[in-house]
């Protein structure tokens, strides 16, 4: 079964300071990586997503993550946070298995960037 | 569609009643997702539709949840006899078939039981 881990449940960063937001994952096979953000009474939105090719990965607003096979991680990195990036973060996984391509999502991780 | 539209936005129901809940997927795509997220949790997994496949209906809760997608496009999530633990944002996603392309949400469905 594929499973994700978001260790964090809380990250806290100064506005202008480099954040990291972790997510590591487990899948039989070769993964489907992906990252979204959800704002407050708002739906998921598309980060960034990585399928094959390059492992780092840049994305919308100024993310981007890294793909690590060795490590089965798949970190969020943004190199100067703003305060508008205050935010709930969900890595998700997914992987072919049996035909079924359902993504499994982390437990999120809010992200609280300080002026 | 330019996205996936959920209907209603909100919903209030006395507890005992029965729910409907709409979705309708982007035009194309072959995958549908329900999730449900309660106040600040991650998203619980309820069902996933794939084309002409049987659903995995491995993340439904309970037999009062059920869930259908008619013509290959919308579908309509059913909780019969509502409980208070049912409140929560239930949102709802499609995808290409393997979903390489991510997946695109809708704005949920605000239960509360009352």
């Known amino acids: 079964a594929q499973s994700v881990a978001q260790p964090e449940d809380q990250v806290n960063v100064a506005e202008g300071n480099p954040l990291t937001v972790k997510c590591t994952y487990s899948?039989?096979?070769?993964?489907?990586l992906f990252w979204y953000v959800q704002y407050p009474n708002r739906g998921l939105q598309f980060l960034l997503k990585y399928i094959t090719g390059d492992n780092l990965v840049k994305g919308s607003y100024g993310f981007e993550a890294e793909f690590n096979k060795s490590q089965t991680s798949f970190h969020l990195k943004k190199p100067s946070a703003l305060v508008s990036d205050s935010a709930l973060y969900f890595c998700a996984v997914s992987a072919p298995s049996g035909g079924s391509y359902r993504p499994t999502f982390g437990r999120g991780t809010s992200l609280i960037v300080h002026p | 569609g330019a996205g996936v539209s959920q209907s209603p936005s909100n919903k209030v129901t006395e507890k005992g009643k029965d729910v409907e809940l709409r979705c309708d997927p982007i035009s194309g795509h072959t995958a549908l997702y329900w999730y449900r997220q309660s106040l600040g949790q991650g998203l619980e997994f309820l069902i996933y539709f794939q084309g002409n496949s049987a659903p995995d209906k491995s993340g439904l809760p309970s037999d009062r949840f059920s869930a259908e997608r008619t013509g290959g496009s919308v579908s309509t999530l059913t909780i019969q006899r509502t409980q208070q633990e049912d409140s929560a944002v239930y949102l709802c996603?499609?995808?290409?078939?393997?979903?390489?392309?991510?997946?695109?949400f809708g704005s949920g469905t605000r239960l509360t039981v009352v």
């Open positions: 996603a499609s995808s290409s078939p393997d979903g390489r392309y991510g997946y695109t």
């Open positions: 899948v039989s096979g070769n993964p489907y």
